[in-house]
Each structure stands twice: as structure tokens, then as C-alpha cells.
């Protein structure tokens, strides 16, 4: 068993990528601590396996103080935690403003830190640590209507590689996850082009693959990757013409209007 008795903490489990990956996970025989808001869902999925072997730990990643708690109740139950993937993230499909920045940054970029200052201290304890952050291929550029998310991703993937390089010496690997388009509950309420639209089942396949090989990035699908990479090395004039595909479709049909 590719993760037999290993210990792993997932923040966002509740549903998605991150619901995906935890089942995938416990199929691999690890043990894994779900933890989300959604108590009922995070239950659901611990009863599909063995007594023990999921840990539901129901929290909100945007109080600090939780995190603590959340990794006090791992090492209580395992006594202690070998991967940690801080994958909790909100999206929002609406008019920019000062709050929803501030709500998104709570949540993606906060959330992901306060999870992982709380795991540290259990991760260097570990024989193989190995922490994982959830970022996404909208790190490369600002899109259309995602300006906010997008940025949020960016500053994930940012502290994700600066601690790969200040964790080294304490033997903790760093992997930053960038997916392409994900159907989820979270691009559900999008409404513009997602081409190579992958189900959480099929990007979960290609995480776990990755963390199984303590990849240092995960960035999937490989043309979608491409794509927005060399999006971001275009001039800004060029590039933002490119990205009105990427525009709702009712702001692409007043453009072309």
C-alpha cells in the first residue's frame, strides 16, 4: 500500500479536489485527517473506511487558533503527522471589490498559512515530512473576473517555493499544486471557457501520483500548463487579448457587439 500507515492532515476535505484526494488517499492505506466547515460531509466520507482510519476535525481555516487545535487532536489520535496538503480554497464569481479581496485572502492565502505554521512543528518530528499546497494554474496570470483569485493563487505559489528552499535544511520536501480547470462545486458558478475540464476524481489521480513521488510541482493538464505559462511571457497588450477568451460570455458578447 502505496501510503499504508502514514499520517496525513487535509484542509478543504469536504469536497472537490480536496474530497477527491482524501478518498483516494485512504484507498492507498493512509490515514487522513479530513477537516473542512461541513462536519456531515466530512463524516460521510470517514464512514466509507475502517474505524480509525479517517480523523473528522470540522474547522474554519480562517481562524488561526483552529489550526492548533486541529493539529494538537492529530497527535493526540497518531501522535503525530508525515504530510500535510493545505488545500481549503474559496473562488467568487463577482464584482471586484476591497471585501471580496479580503475575503478570498483569508481564506486561500491565510487559511494556507496559519495550516501550515500549525503543521510545521509535527513535520519536523517526521522520518519523510512532506508539505503540500494547493495553488493553481490561475497563479501564472490575472484572468478575466478571477483577478482577486488569481492573485491569491499567486502569493500561495510564491510561499510554497520560498519554503521549499528554507525547509530544505530541515528535510521537509515542498510540493506546490497548480491544476487546470476542475469541475467542482467552487468553477460550478463560472461562466467562460474551461477547456480540458477534468472531474476531481481525474485531477485527484494526478495529485496523489505526484505526492507519491514528492514531485516539486504539480501542474496538470500539460497543455493547459503550457498554455497560461507562456501567456504570462507574452507583452501585456498581447496577452490580454488572449485572455478575452477567457471572459464570461456575456462580457464577450458586449465586446463583440
Request: hydrophobic residues 50%.
Amino acid at each position: 500500500m502505496l501510503f499504508s500507515e502514514r499520517r496525513v492532515w487535509i484542509t478543504g476535505a469536504s469536497s472537490g479536489i480536496g474530497k477527491a484526494c482524501a478518498i483516494r488517499m485512504a484507498s492507498l492505506g493512509a490515514k487522513v485527517a479530513l477537516s473542512a466547515r461541513n462536519r456531515e460531509a466530512l463524516e460521510e466520507i470517514a464512514a466509507h473506511f475502517p474505524p480509525g482510519q479517517c480523523l473528522v476535525i470540522p474547522f474554519d481555516v480562517r481562524e488561526p487558533e483552529a489550526h492548533f487545535a486541529a493539529a494538537g487532536q492529530i497527535v493526540e489520535h497518531w501522535d503525530g503527522l508525515d504530510t500535510v496538503f493545505v488545500n481549503a480554497g474559496i473562488s467568487a464569481d463577482e464584482t471586484f471589490s476591497g471585501d471580496l479581496c479580503a475575503r478570498l485572502i483569508q481564506t486561500n492565502f491565510l487559511g494556507m498559512a496559519y495550516g501550515i505554521e500549525a503543521a510545521l512543528p509535527l513535520l519536523k518530528k517526521s522520518s519523510d515530512p512532506h508539505l503540500v499546497g494547493m495553488s493553481s494554474i490561475a497563479a501564472y496570470i490575472g484572468m478575466p473576473q478571477l483577478s482577486a483569485y488569481c492573485a491569491t493563487k499567486s502569493a500561495c505559489r510564491a510561499l510554497l517555493q520560498g519554503l521549499r528552499v528554507d525547509l530544505k535544511p530541515a528535510g521537509i520536501k515542498v510540493t506546490v499544486v497548480c491544476p487546470g480547470f476542475v469541475k467542482t462545486p467552487m468553477t460550478d458558478q463560472h461562466d467562460f471557457m474551461m477547456p480540458f475540464l477534468l472531474t476531481a476524481e481525474e485531477a485527484a489521480r494526478v495529485i496523489v501520483a505526484g505526492i507519491v513521488r514528492q514531485k516539486a510541482a504539480i501542474a496538470f493538464p500539460a497543455m493547459v500548463n503550457i498554455v497560461f505559462k507562456l501567456m504570462a511571457c507574452l507583452p501585456e497588450a498581447v496577452s490580454s487579448r488572449l485572455l478575452n477568451w477567457f471572459a464570461p460570455t456575456h462580457i464577450r458578447h458586449r465586446q463583440q457587439a
